[in-house]
């Protein structure tokens, strides 16, 4: 895992200066990679590759970057791991390959030679992003892995092309000017993320994932960002692999596909073990991760590490029951009890941390778990995907259930939502609990949820469902509405696979993976995601939709591969998330910091908001009649994140938060305490 820059100038400004800055530009990233960096020229072609090394596999100088390939006609520089590379290497040996260290870099440079790019890259497992450059044609290829865990921004500035992991490493290049695009922010400001296919900065893109974009630096004065965008080719499709699936779905009994599913997990878990350095696993005591621990145990020879983060608030808190589960598994389990002093400690942060703005409230305490994992080891697998790959998200199961209530007439849903729209969040609960519903259902129907459920009765599409569905709020808070759509949607038999593929193809790249990426490398600390194996995601996409959610109930399949390892009772229970109490942080510790950064002179002069309605939405919060929670965060970050870019600093009120101790429980019942400050 590791930080990558590039820069790629057109011949008539081949100013060996300007490569220089490539120096530079790879320094902003050195969290991503503390163990060292490297920097290689072609001054003659008019590029420069920076790297900066977090040290996984070969610790030896073998294994440093930028890396020459044998033949010296390919360079690369990458962020990511090949898990399968032992394979690899032994199938490159037979052909005559020769190698000098053992890092999945060097085979991944000997495959490219050895079967060519495209061809190579379908035979890679793993994560990556990178840049190659071909000495002998003279292109750049830039490169994505399938799912866009590893992330790639691509700018031109003044007729140079630069590349990057993050943003403040495009931004430490001469003569780049950044201009917020107000769409992207809307987007963001709308659904908590800024899609993977829009970037905050104007002129900037992420390259799409599983795809490559080939680049002559002749080619670089006459083209613009966006047309370098559209150029970027496929060479694994999320949207064929979906509809392929589907078409072909495995025709196997239930037992045999339980059985198909745990050998396939076995496989991808152990080979996200290999590393050189300590390993462990996040628990948050949940379906994915209990399942990720249960594997990776399974094939340990000894105690593996696991960390969960714990909250005071019984409401948010799964500490206990993934307690249980690391007693049950014989994991060496730590634990790190999240206060409201050592979450606010850590918000003043956040804009820094992430780079583009984001506001998905989890990022705190994925944050600091990130810490707290990287005190103990350099590597931790993560549950990350399996809510995507198996319908694990309250929307897949519960769409089942409303499908009756969408085909009735339009006006009586209108009526029933408006009705519902005038309760508060209070009462809504108390309707909830006063029914016989079971408990799946009543969790599922909490305040929050039914107002989501009030907001939906009246679409009219599937596209119009799903954004409402994954809407901070009722309405946009910015000048532009930034309504997020994962695009052209594959010919699927049902809404509830639609829906996953909505998720996977937006939700995933632009949420779930930025979180986990943002906040495991500002921590240094490498994070695998076994359900997000491409042979993972292709298994789920054969499977037929009941073999996921049944019975109200997601991951069914997952679920009976679980019992397998863990028993039933440990986790069988509501779907609870990682997510904090913003809601009430808000109306108490956070309010006059929230108050400072909503004031109207602070949110006209900022341009993107629409200042009444921030106003009315905050008003709302306070006075208790709707938890706005969501949509205020994502202002607050958003302009969080505008002072970090430039204006002046604001955070929370200081109260020496940043000194408090952190309690560290670390099984068998050894309490710790260090003075360490995460804020």
């Not at 590029?47 to 440093?64: N, Q, T, Y």
């Not at 390939?69 to 005559?96: I, K, Q, W």
């Not at 970027?232 to 196997?252: K, Y």
Request: net charge neutral; charged share 25%; hydrophobic share 45%.
């Amino acid at each position: 895992m590791c930080g990558i820059v590039g820069i790629l100038l057109p011949p008539q400004a081949a100013d060996p200066s300007r490569l220089a800055e490539i120096e530079t530009m790879a320094e902003t990233l050195q969290h991503r990679g503390p163990d060292g960096g490297g920097v290689w020229m072609d001054r003659g072609a008019g590029l420069a590759f920076g790297h900066r090394r977090l040290a996984i596999v070969d610790l030896s100088e073998a294994g440093r970057q930028p890396m020459v390939s044998a033949s010296e006609r390919l360079v690369m520089t990458f962020n990511g791991e090949v898990y399968n590379f032992a394979g690899l290497r032994e199938d490159l040996a037979a052909r005559g390959q020769c190698f000098r260290g053992h890092s999945d870099s060097e085979v991944m440079l000997a495959a490219f030679e050895n079967f060519g790019i495209e061809a190579a890259l379908t035979k890679f497992a793993g994560m990556f992003a990178l840049g190659i450059w071909d000495r002998e044609d003279r292109v750049l290829h830039l490169i994505r892995d399938r799912m866009g865990k590893k992330p790639l921004y691509v700018a031109l500035v003044e007729g140079a092309l630069v590349f990057a992991s993050e943003l403040r490493a495009i931004r430490a290049f001469p003569g780049f000017r950044p201009k917020v695009d107000p769409t992207a922010l809307a987007m963001m400001l709308r659904h908590g993320w800024v899609p993977d296919h829009r970037c905050i900065w104007e002129g900037v893109f992420k390259l799409p994932p599983g795809t490559m974009l080939s680049v002559r630096a002749d080619e670089l004065r006459t083209t613009s960002a966006e047309r370098l965008r559209k150029r970027a080719r496929s060479w694994w499709s999320l949207a064929e692999v979906a509809e392929a699936g589907q078409r072909h779905p495995l025709d196997l009994k239930a037992p045999e596909l339980e059985s198909e599913l745990d050998h396939l997990l076995r496989l991808v878990v152990q080979q996200r073990m290999v590393a050189d350095v300590p390993l462990g696993a996040f628990l948050s005591g949940g379906i994915d991760s209990s399942a990720v621990v249960a594997l990776v145990q399974a094939q340990s020879p000894r105690p593996v590490r696991t960390f969960t983060i714990g909250f005071c608030e019984a409401h948010y808190d799964e500490a206990r029951h993934a307690s249980q589960i690391a007693r049950h598994l014989g994991t060496e389990h730590t634990e790190f009890n999240l206060t409201l002093a050592r979450a606010l400690a850590v918000i003043p942060e956040l804009p820094q941390v992430w780079d583009e703005p984001f506001a998905d409230e989890s990022q705190i305490p994925t944050l600091l778990l990130s810490r707290l994992a990287r005190q103990h080891v350099t590597v931790a697998l993560s549950g990350d995907g399996g809510d995507e790959c198996f319908g694990g998200y309250a929307r897949h199961f519960m769409s089942a259930r409303l499908a009756p209530i969408f085909r009735l007439p339009s006006r009586p849903r209108r009526m029933a939502a408006s009705a519902l729209m005038t309760l508060s969040s209070g009462a809504l609960d108390g309707i909830i609990r006063a029914l016989p519903l079971p408990a799946t259902l009543r969790v599922m129907l909490r305040g929050e949820n039914l107002q989501k459920v009030a907001r939906v009765l009246d679409v009219s599409d599937e596209r119009e469902l799903y954004e409402r569905l994954t809407a901070l709020g009722p309405e946009p808070l910015t000048l532009d509405p930034g309504v997020v759509d994962a695009g052209q949607v594959p010919s699927l038999p049902d809404t509830v696979g639609r829906l996953i593929y909505r998720d996977m193809a937006g939700y995933l790249p632009g949420d779930i993976l930025v979180k986990l990426d943002r906040a495991s490398m500002a921590a240094s600390l490498e994070a695998r995601c076994p359900f997000l194996d491409h042979r993972v995601v292709e298994f789920a996409w054969r499977l037929p939709t009941n073999a996921k959610v049944r019975g109200g109930q997601g991951k069914w399949l997952l679920r009976r591969v679980l019992r397998r390892y863990l028993p039933e009772a440990l986790f069988e229970r509501p779907k609870q998330g990682f997510n904090v109490p913003i809601g009430a942080w808000l109306t108490g510790p956070l309010r006059d910091w929230a108050q400072e950064l909503l004031a109207g002179s602070r949110i006209r002069r900022a341009g993107f908001f629409d200042c009444s309605r921030v106003e009315a939405c905050w008003q709302q919060h306070l006075s208790g009649r709707r938890d706005r929670s969501g949509e205020l965060w994502a202002v607050l970050m958003a302009q969080a994140w505008l002072d970090t870019m430039g204006k002046s600093s604001v955070v929370p009120p200081s109260t020496g938060l940043a000194e408090a101790a952190v309690d560290v429980t670390t099984s068998p019942g050894q309490q710790l305490r260090e003075s360490r400050a995460y804020g």
